[in-house]
């Protein structure tokens, strides 16, 4: 039997671990001390990213906003999770939805991010103690009535099949792009570098293609996210930098190089771990028509606010600070929840 949570309980319970989340204890800053130890993608830097991002977005206007619907007379089901573990808290979104909607969340955690996540959630029942019936933790996944998954393209087909009988939504593989005028200053791409560099990349929102004009001189762009090159410290991005440097080498494939990150010409997305694909164009309305042919890949677009592309858009520097009701592959997780 879960207890009784009203809406603003809810609300004043997420405000609650927001504060936290800005004023953090000796405990949490310790587990983003040694999150490195566990998963070597998750340095001190990269956690405190994470943790700062959801302390901002848990305030009182946005929470007030995201959760503005009428809740209907309660009848909780159980939400099973499968969260990934490619940058760190990258599921609370899904498990905060479930927990504003009323729901019961059934989490199975990834094995890349299973300290920090337990955690905040055992803080946000300190907090509002009518959540610990309300958030389980497992291994496989049982008795549930409803499923969101988030995993690669391969894995998606498991979980399209294994949960076809129950509502779901299911996540795929997405990349971000930027579109670039050639006008830009030297302010909005060292913005865009954020994009490109924050959590070393390995997000659906960071950029993984450039749109560029025919022509396009890389050196502005070069010089404007000089100071990123901090990446290259990590001994993971470095493996990946040196590996693809020697392939494009061996094979003789034209691209260029900064020292920290490689730029190639492709037509793809999706680009490998320290390398940026970059796309020429002639005119926007040629990247407007491979934008909605590929809406289905890509996350968000980065560019400036003068551009004007139908797509999911954002300004430079914003792609991996999304509001609460920015969701992930545009699916309206709360409409979804609150079907049930």
Same mark, same amino acid.
């Given at each position: 039997?879960?207890?009784?949570?009203?809406?603003? /309980? !809810?609300?004043?319970?997420? %405000?609650?671990?927001?504060?936290? *989340?800005?004023?953090?204890?000796?405990? +949490?800053?310790? &587990?983003?001390?040694?999150?490195?130890?566990?998963?070597?993608?998750?340095?001190?830097?990269?956690?405190?990213?994470?943790?700062?991002?959801?302390?901002?977005?848990?305030?009182?206007?946005?929470?007030?906003?995201?959760?503005?619907?009428?809740?209907?007379?309660?009848?909780? /089901? !159980?939400?099973?999770?499968? %969260?990934?573990?490619?940058?760190? *808290?990258?599921?609370?979104?899904?498990? +905060?939805?479930? &927990?504003?909607?009323?729901?019961?969340?059934?989490?199975?955690?990834?094995?890349?991010?299973?300290?920090?996540?337990?955690?905040?959630?055992?803080?946000?029942?300190?907090?509002?103690?009518?959540?610990?019936?309300?958030?389980?933790?497992?291994?496989?996944?049982?008795?549930?009535?409803?499923?969101?998954?988030?995993?690669?393209?391969?894995?998606?087909?498991?979980?399209?099949?294994?949960?076809?009988?129950?509502?779901?939504?299911?996540?795929?593989?997405?990349?971000?792009?930027?579109?670039?005028?050639?006008?830009?200053?030297?302010?909005?791409?060292?913005?865009?570098?954020?994009?490109?560099?924050?959590?070393?990349?390995?997000?659906?929102?960071?950029?993984?293609?450039?749109?560029?004009?025919?022509?396009?001189?890389?050196?502005?762009?070069?010089?404007?996210?000089?100071?990123?090159?901090?990446?290259?410290?990590?001994?993971?991005?470095?493996?990946?930098?040196?590996?693809?440097?020697?392939?494009?080498?061996?094979?003789?494939?034209?691209?260029?190089?900064?020292?920290?990150?490689?730029?190639?010409?492709?037509?793809?997305?999706?680009?490998?771990?320290?390398?940026?694909?970059?796309?020429?164009?002639?005119?926007?309305?040629?990247?407007?028509?491979?934008?909605?042919?590929?809406?289905?890949?890509?996350?968000?677009?980065?560019?400036?606010?003068?551009?004007?592309?139908?797509?999911?858009?954002?300004?430079?520097?914003?792609?991996?600070?999304?509001?609460?009701?920015?969701?992930?592959?545009?699916?309206?997780?709360?409409?979804?929840?609150?079907?049930?």
């Amino acid at each position: 039997m879960t207890s009784i949570l009203t809406l603003q /309980k !809810r609300k004043e319970a997420f %405000l609650k671990l927001g504060e936290y *989340l800005l004023s953090p204890d000796e405990l +949490l800053l310790q &587990l983003i001390q040694t999150a490195q130890h566990q998963n070597g993608w998750f340095t001190k830097e990269e956690t405190t990213r994470a943790v700062k991002a959801w302390g901002n977005s848990l305030n009182a206007t946005d929470l007030n906003t995201w959760l503005d619907f009428e809740p209907k007379e309660e009848k909780s /089901k !159980r939400v099973g999770l499968i %969260l990934a573990g490619n940058i760190p *808290l990258v599921g609370f979104h899904d498990i +905060l939805s479930v &927990l504003a909607s009323g729901h019961i969340a059934l989490i199975k955690l990834s094995s890349q991010d299973n300290k920090l996540t337990p955690y905040l959630l055992k803080k946000l029942i300190e907090i509002e103690p009518g959540f610990e019936d309300r958030i389980l933790f497992t291994e496989r996944l049982e008795k549930f009535d409803a499923v969101i998954a988030t995993g690669s393209n391969n894995s998606s087909r498991y979980f399209e099949y294994y949960f076809s009988k129950v509502p779901h939504i299911i996540r795929k593989n997405r990349n971000s792009v930027a579109v670039l005028t050639g006008d830009e200053t030297p302010e909005e791409l060292f913005r865009l570098g954020h994009d490109i560099f924050d959590y070393y990349g390995l997000g659906c929102r960071n950029v993984s293609k450039l749109f560029v004009p025919v022509a396009y001189n890389f050196n502005k762009f070069f010089e404007a996210i000089e100071s990123y090159k901090f990446v290259i410290n990590n001994h993971k991005y470095a493996n990946n930098y040196d590996y693809n440097k020697s392939v494009y080498l061996v094979n003789s494939v034209k691209h260029l190089d900064n020292g920290f990150l490689l730029l190639k010409g492709d037509q793809g997305l999706s680009s490998p771990l320290s390398v940026l694909f970059y796309e020429e164009y002639e005119d926007l309305n040629e990247v407007e028509v491979v934008l909605q042919t590929s809406a289905d890949q890509i996350q968000c677009v980065a560019c400036s606010p003068q551009i004007n592309i139908n797509s999911q858009k954002v300004g430079f520097g914003e792609t991996q600070q999304p509001k609460l009701w920015d969701y992930a592959d545009n699916i309206n997780t709360i409409a979804f929840l609150q079907g049930l």
